[in-house]
């Protein structure tokens, strides 16, 4: 519906529009010798109250006395309203977008548009240090839940004007704010018009959180593995850019997303690049043979005590069978059983608040651990495996890719108490092709470890090891070809 010249006729629609809506502040006042009518309409609590009573309220009713007749909202926005952000709008809808989103907007009698005004005030909680990205050396800064504060931590880091911002808003009725920024000189300009693609064709109701988006966005939405990538960290999202991705900024969550990703992009953490390139290499290849330990090892466990204990050490075997004599489960039965009990542990020390949260895990464990094993319901081994199984999940730095690791276990599990050795290989062959079949905006998830020949091998680089930072000297495939160099803004 489009503003009327008619100053009474928008205000019947406005009211109706905001009917029962006690937190909208609604006023209608004059200026000038004339009496010019105005009216004025904001959301109580997220705007900034002395932006509206300094630099709209006092500049109009105080220092504009010559006005005597309507229509003079130009005259307003070029000489009197002190904001920065003022911008005009024809129809009644942005109008309420723009009230509902914090903004001032003026209505005047005689003008088919009114003025919106930047008058945002959100109430937020300050920078705080990263919760599930902890990193020994580097930066402690996280984002937060306000978009506007997220861009700025970006865009401290990168102080370049090929840096771009195109706003969105998804979620038809939360109408969410979302912000897609890129480097216009390394971006790949096919997958920058997919992703845009995909937002526009985004139909739903309401928009909470990053993680609606990366559902939302995923093509193959019934597998377990991430093809997203989300951090709360602004220099892993700055360095994401920095390679030729795009981050995708959603307002209301300390969350954002990085596009596109491949396997190995979430066995990075921040600090990989912080310390010396040796010891970051070993611990990096130790993340990959944790993810393959906590994918394989209870099926292992099962395969060799049930089918092939020929192939466990003697001594070993007999220590194995002496401490199950007593037990009333099978072997698949105690996996199954320690596994279902360290992911409640897992839940449960989730949902505590943090003081006691780290005394559940520990104690927790240990507490259930020994006493089913006193009570013979589990043996050692079994809890000495799932406890490493555990352990090894959480060496990796990525939580979404940890619970893809999670439930592909249950099916190695699975397969080796039905075919042994046969069947734990089974399913991990059954995940790796899983894995190489997935593809991230014509990437191939697998990439390096598939392809790698299209970039030179380059990529290689970054991967199980990473090389000293002076001897990385190209970006990895998310770039455009033309902008592969690294140093001196190649």
């Known amino acids: 519906m489009q503003i009327s010249k008619n100053l009474s006729e928008n205000i019947i629609a406005i009211k109706e529009a905001f009917r029962d ?40 009713m105080s220092r504009y006395r010559e006005c005597n007749e309507n229509g003079m909202l130009d005259v307003f926005m070029e000489d009197i309203i002190a904001i920065g952000e003022l911008s005009k709008i ?22 088919a548009f009114a003025l919106q005004a930047s008058t945002k005030g959100f109430p937020s909680r300050g920078v705080n240090q990263a919760q599930t990205e902890v990193v ?4 402690k800064d996280a984002f937060l839940e306000v978009m506007a504060t997220n861009i700025v931590l ?99 969550t300390p969350v954002v997303i990085m596009l596109p990703v491949t396997l190995n992009v979430f066995f990075q953490a921040a600090e990989d690049y912080y310390d010396r390139w040796e010891i970051m290499s070993f611990i990096r290849a130790i993340r990959y043979v944790a993810a393959v330990v906590a994918i394989a090892l209870p099926g292992l466990y099962i395969a060799l005590s049930v089918y092939h204990p020929s192939l466990i050490p003697t001594a070993l075997a007999i220590k194995i069978a002496a401490t199950r004599q007593n037990i009333p489960f099978s ?63 959480f060496v990796i730095p990525n939580i979404s890719l940890v619970s893809g690791l999670r439930l592909s276990k249950y099916l190695a599990v699975f397969l080796s108490a039905i075919f042994g050795l046969f069947g734990l290989w089974i399913a991990l062959l059954l995940v790796l092709a899983h894995l190489c079949s997935l593809t991230s905006y ?19 680089e970054d991967t199980i090891y990473r090389l000293p930072l002076h001897k990385m000297k190209r970006r990895p495939i998310f770039t ?3 902008a592969r160099g690294r140093k001196g803004g190649e």
Do not use: H
């Open 154 to 252: 970006i865009r401290r880091r990168i102080r370049d004007t090929n840096l771009k911002l195109k706003r969105k808003k998804i979620g038809t009725r939360s109408k969410t704010d979302a912000a897609l920024m890129y480097m216009e000189d390394l971006v790949r300009p096919e997958t920058l018009k997919i992703v845009e693609k995909q937002l526009e064709t985004i139909n739903v109701d309401g928009v909470l959180d990053s993680g609606y988006v990366e559902q939302l966005m995923e093509k193959r939405w019934l597998s377990p593995f991430p093809q997203l990538q989300m951090t709360e960290r602004p220099d892993k999202a700055a360095s994401a850019l920095l390679e030729g991705r795009i981050v995708l900024v959603i307002d209301n």
């Open 90 to 111: 024809t129809e009644l809808t942005q109008a309420y977008d723009a009230v509902l989103l914090g903004d001032t907007v003026l209505f005047m009698e005689g003008n």
């Open 442 to 460: 014509g990437i191939p998830f697998m990439y390096p470890f598939c392809s790698a020949s299209v970039n030179d091998d380059i990529d290689w």
């Open 331 to 393: 072997v698949v039965g105690e996996v199954i059983i320690m596994e279902l009990a360290f992911e409640l542990l897992r839940e449960a020390g989730i949902r505590l608040p943090s003081p006691v949260s780290s005394t559940i895990g520990i104690v927790g464990g240990i507490i259930i651990g020994s006493a089913a094993v006193e009570a013979g319901i589990v043996s050692p081994a079994v809890v000495i495996v799932s406890a490493l199984t555990g352990i090894c999940s």
């Open 136 to 139: 020994v050396l580097g930066p």
């Open 21 to 60: 809506c006690g937190d909208v502040v609604m006023r209608e006042f004059v200026v000038g010798s004339g009496k010019s009518r105005i009216f004025m309409i904001y959301t109580d609590n997220i705007v900034d109250g002395n932006t509206i009573e300094d630099f709209i309220m006092t500049n109009l």
């Open 480 to 482: 455009k070809p033309s």
